[in-house]
């Protein structure tokens, strides 16, 4: 109990700051329709890593589509960009977003695609701000404690979309955007565009 | 059926690797340490991550690279193990120690984002030189840039060109783009509008969208290469396709001014076209 409120309210704390846009109105998110939404996508995630047929990699591509489709790349590439968004160029935002857009599909992708053996169940869901929703999972591992995992949610005309998962009380773009703002104090935003553009060059388990 | 042309591939797969295994060293059995490691190679197709580590960590301990270093991505991963990135570095330190290209390449990018140890682009840079050097093309592409933008080390625009003309040469894409940038603006280089254009055409090739946006650009204006508009609105087509905003506009305008055979033409050409491997 105690550790969900505190998940509630690191909630709260970290993603205050993403609010929607004046001109999108007070459009709710129904908590019930996200939990729908985040079933349904957890449903096809779990058939797509059941699939013994295919190969490793054929797995990690059905899930980069799913994920593809399912989280709003472009708008949590620009929260984690943070303060330096609005001074960025044209030219920056559009190569900045491809990177981190390719960033974590292939990251995700490959950290779930080669999982098997996991249960989905979601807990409770509820509304999160002005316009969002939160719904709140157990993911059961075959080995180790299960992990909690709280989505939060959109929705919209073209269908609903993640915005974060907050892993066991941490926010991942909350995570990111400080990770980069570090990078962008350092080096600009072109040093980080290419350590984006180098990272999605790392190497992966190879056959020989 | 897809699990049988599933099979059949893999087994096909198997048979090459047999083949070229035995080919390479005449007469000699397939070594118990590389049937171990290729268990681990099926067990880690398959999911079966506890089952990849039995095999590869003996091998690993043992000192063989390509295990140790299957092992660090394991741990980058947390695939199987708890995801410990000190450790996945670890294991890439000792692989990279035998001169292992690809794990010199990732502990560089460990020390790029302060993954698993502190952050230091000068040891990003001097990982980079040792797999750039022995011939790992991504690596000499990334030294490339971080030589062309001063990031770790002074800024050296020669030393940026010889490293991404070695990568281009090699075929990545992103080099062969970045070379096309290099030559037409005469950086580390003199400046030749025929090899940028050469440049830009090798990684349209490839599917490159950026490449096909600059090639479609020098088709229209005939720099570096013959004018030629129909061409030219099949690169801008496929790039635009590839949702590259200034290729859009790009095609938008061309579009406008050739005829409708021109359009038709190029349109047929795009459908047609299919990416060089």
Not at chain 1, 43 to 48: A, F, G, P, R, Y
Not at chain 2, 178 to 185: I, P, V
Request: glycine share 12%; aromatic share 8%; charged share 25%.
């Amino acid at each position: 109990m105690m550790a969900r409120r505190w998940l509630m309210a690191v909630l709260v704390a970290c993603l205050g700051g993403l609010s929607a846009p004046a001109w999108a109105g007070p459009e709710k998110t129904s908590p019930d329709e996200a939990a729908k939404f985040i079933t349904a996508l957890s449903k096809e995630t779990l058939s797509v890593l059941g699939a013994r047929d295919a190969s490793l990699g054929e797995r990690e591509e059905r899930v980069r589509q799913l994920l593809g489709r399912s989280i709003d790349l472009p708008r949590i590439g620009r929260f984690a960009l943070g303060k330096a968004w609005p001074k960025a160029t044209p030219e920056q935002r559009q190569e900045y977003q491809l990177l981190f857009a390719e960033w974590v599909l292939r990251t995700y992708s490959r950290r779930l695609g080669g999982y098997s053996g996991q249960s989905f169940k979601i807990i409770k869901a509820g509304p999160l701000g002005k316009r969002d929703a939160v719904v709140f999972t157990k993911i059961g591992r075959p080995s180790g404690p299960p992990l909690k995992a709280a989505w939060r949610v959109r929705g919209s005309a073209s269908g609903y979309k993640i915005l974060d998962v907050i892993v066991e009380g941490v926010s991942m773009i909350a995570t990111q955007r400080s990770e980069f703002a570090a990078l962008v104090r350092r080096q600009g935003v072109m040093g980080l565009i290419d350590s984006l553009r180098m990272q999605v060059t790392k190497f992966a388990a190879r056959s020989s | 059926m897809p699990g049988y042309g599933s099979l059949k591939r893999r087994a096909f797969v198997l048979c090459v690797m047999l083949a070229l295994g035995l080919g390479a060293f005449p007469g000699a059995p397939v070594s118990e340490a590389r049937a171990g490691f290729e268990d681990g190679w099926r067990a880690y197709q398959a999911g079966d991550f506890a089952g990849a580590l039995n095999e590869w960590q003996p091998l690993a301990e043992g000192g063989d690279a390509a295990a140790q270093f299957n092992l660090g991505v394991m741990y980058d991963e947390g695939r199987g193990v708890a995801e410990d990135r000190a450790k996945a570095l670890e294991w890439w330190m000792k692989a990279a120690a035998q001169g292992d290209g690809q794990s010199q390449h990732n502990i560089s990018l460990a020390y790029i984002f302060g993954r698993g140890v502190e952050r230091d682009y000068g040891k990003a840079v001097s990982w980079l030189e040792k797999a750039a050097a022995s011939g790992i093309a991504r690596s000499q592409y990334s030294l490339g840039k971080l030589y062309g933008y001063g990031h770790g080390v002074a800024k050296d625009e020669k030393r940026a060109f010889m490293w991404i003309s070695k990568a281009a040469e090699q075929g990545l894409d992103k080099a062969q783009y970045n070379l096309g940038k290099m030559y037409r603006d005469g950086i580390g280089v003199d400046k030749d509008v025929a090899a940028a254009a050469r440049a830009f055409l090798a990684a349209a090739e490839q599917g490159y969208a950026k490449a096909q946006n600059h090639i479609g650009v020098r088709l229209v204006r005939g720099e570096g290469i013959a004018k030629d508009e129909v061409q030219a609105l099949m690169w801008l087509t496929l790039a635009a396709r590839q949702g590259h905003a200034s290729a859009r506009e790009n095609r938008k305008a061309l579009a406008r001014k050739l005829g409708t055979a021109g359009r038709d033409e190029a349109e047929r050409r795009a459908r047609q076209w299919k990416p060089r491997k």
